[in-house]
């Protein structure tokens, strides 16, 4: 385009080759292409949310169902032969983690959550690698791959949430939206094959608050088949329900996205993190210990996922539930469980979501994948349970944000700083998960762990095991240097992982401090100065473009 100006970070150190094979001219000009067309209504999209955040604080929003297309007469558009079946995902996979990302292709699952979002940490070697290696896999030429592309499981690409910002690019003076960055690129290399093979492009769409924003993904899909070549209707997404916002509008956000739609997706963490976020700083928004008091069998929890099963089966759409983060023990653990019973766990959590009619979800963890799909043989004949129709009539507006009763306990609090300062941690070292007590934990139980600690410092909340003993500062700043010490005498040992523990302390403490909730830890963290210097520093990269 005329007047379209592209400033690009240089290549990270010894990704040269990668770099130069995703950066070419003309992806680079369908980038600058899709950004001029989106941005404002991006800036638009972005200044909504803050305006819709300035009605709650000042009382003007009330809980009720909005969906103006409820009572239309309405399906979403058929969804190809390989998407009638989504009954198991492997989430959190990112593609920047060559090994695990290519052993995941060999996977009997239905697909996999290619992850640039919550399971990845965006440095700029992170993204300039996932990016390549998505593509490599798709085109048949990533090493170790399976050799025929269709026998992968499905690729469901996750770019990133509209909250974050990819630093390392500049189109016509501002730096770019991440997701329009990520999407740009994967779609310019990949669409085309992926059509022409049948494997796509299909999308994990995440964050979303508002129809609005679907609506405005609907556009971006449609211009791009424009672009492209592609039939319309080619590309599909399924939307994560991940904000209790959404939850109200569910039907109109499916409504919006019909002609890409695959269905909606419910998790259980971000989506308690964003009650806390819209409303936590009132008291009777507490959100008690999450391990103790807070599971799908939750009335406000179990609500929402038979709503998002009724609106999806209704129109024809896949409901999808969330991840299996346990995992079973590595042959170095001492395990406190042993595989069959991790999986009993495991299975018997699922079983519940299976039985209240959810078409699939994911795991985390490749040595479960038999023990799920024998689950789903036992359960269930045929290829999702759109027939499922759950009763919602007695499912209120209100309902949706009843808080359950319960306490703040001791090892709830240490629990919470132990997944947010690790997050962090392991965040600095480029690595979007990490492992702890047997699961894998991401971005979003690292949202609800620093949640938390906000809001008990924020109420005062009472320990119900500790004598009348209220979360203060202080003593989280006391509980926080404990788990330290413990880790220095562990296994942060070398005087790099001090430092860096020691700069996550830090960090979180500015988060769980902040007189304003931060609303999103990854986008404090992408934004922080040290996390930018660091990794510019050591791949070898400009301070700024």
């Known amino acids: 385009m005329k007047g379209q100006e592209i400033l690009i970070e240089s290549a990270p150190h010894r990704l040269e080759a990668a770099y130069k094979e995703i950066f070419t001219e003309g992806a680079l000009q369908f980038l600058g292409q899709l950004v001029s067309q989106f941005d404002r209504e991006v800036e638009q999209l972005l200044q909504n949310r803050v305006k819709r955040r300035l009605l709650i604080q000042e009382g003007k929003w009330t809980p009720e169902f909005q969906n103006r297309s409820e009572s239309l007469e309405w399906k979403i558009n058929d969804l190809p032969d390989r998407l009638r079946n989504r009954k198991l995902d492997l989430g959190d ?34 993204t300039v690698l996932g990016l390549f290696n998505v593509t490599r896999a798709v085109h048949g030429s990533l090493q170790g791959a399976p050799l025929d592309v269709q026998a992968y499981p499905l690729l469901m690409l996750r770019p990133r949430a509209f909250n974050m910002i990819e630093h390392h690019c500049i189109v016509n003076g501002k730096e770019v939206i991440g997701p329009l960055f990520d999407y740009a690129l994967l779609m310019y290399h990949n669409a ?36 492209l070549g592609l039939p319309g209707g080619t590309i599909k997404a399924c939307v994560l329900i991940e904000n209790i916002l959404a939850a109200f509008c569910m039907e109109d956000i499916l409504y919006s996205i019909k002609e890409h739609a695959i269905g909606l997706n419910c998790g259980i963490w971000d989506y308690c993190a964003s009650i806390i976020a819209k409303f936590g700083w009132k008291r009777e928004f507490l959100l008690p210990d999450r391990n103790k008091y807070v599971n799908m069998g939750q009335p406000f929890l179990r609500n929402y996922m038979r709503l998002l099963i009724n609106v999806c089966h209704k129109r024809g759409a896949l409901a999808t539930g969330g991840m299996a983060a346990k995992m079973l023990p590595t042959g170095k653990e001492k395990a406190a469980l042993s595989d069959q019973e991790v999986i009993e766990s495991v299975k018997m959590a699922k079983s519940v979501e299976i039985d209240a009619g959810v078409d699939g979800f994911m795991i985390y963890d490749l040595r479960m994948i038999n023990a799920i799909n024998e689950l789903w043989e036992r359960k269930t004949h045929s290829d999702n349970q759109l027939t499922v129709l759950p009763d919602i009539s007695q499912i209120t507006a209100d309902s949706l944000l009843q808080i359950p009763k319960g306490g703040v306990t001791i090892d709830g609090l240490n629990n919470n700083i132990t997944v947010a300062l690790l997050f962090i941690y392991h965040w600095l070292t480029g690595s979007g998960v990490f492992f702890l007590n047997g699961a894998v934990e991401d971005s979003a139980t690292a949202e609800i762990s620093r949640s938390q600690l906000w809001q008990w410092i924020r109420m005062g909340a009472v320990l119900e095991d500790a004598d009348r003993t209220v ?3 202080r003593l989280v700043y006391q509980t926080m240097d404990k788990i330290i010490s413990a880790a220095y005498r562990a296994w942060c040992i070398t005087p790099s992982d001090r430092k860096r523990l020691l700069s996550a302390k830090f960090m979180l403490l500015d988060v769980i401090s902040s007189r304003h909730y931060v609303e999103y830890i990854t986008t404090h963290l992408n934004d922080s100065h040290k996390f930018r210097t660091l990794h510019n520093k050591n791949d070898g990269l400009m301070a700024k473009l």
């Open 471 to 473: 979360v203060s500062r």
């Open 192 to 227: 085309r094959t992926m059509a022409n093979i049948g494997i796509g492009p299909y999308f994990y769409l995440s964050k979303i608050e508002d129809p609005s924003e679907t609506q405005l993904w609907n556009k971006i899909f449609t211009w791009t088949e424009d672009q």
């Open 93 to 126: 996979v990112s593609p920047a983690h060559t090994i695990h990302f290519t052993d995941c292709l060999y996977a009997e699952v239905q697909g996999i959550q290619v992850d640039f979002d919550d399971g990845h940490c965006p440095t700029w070697r992170n």
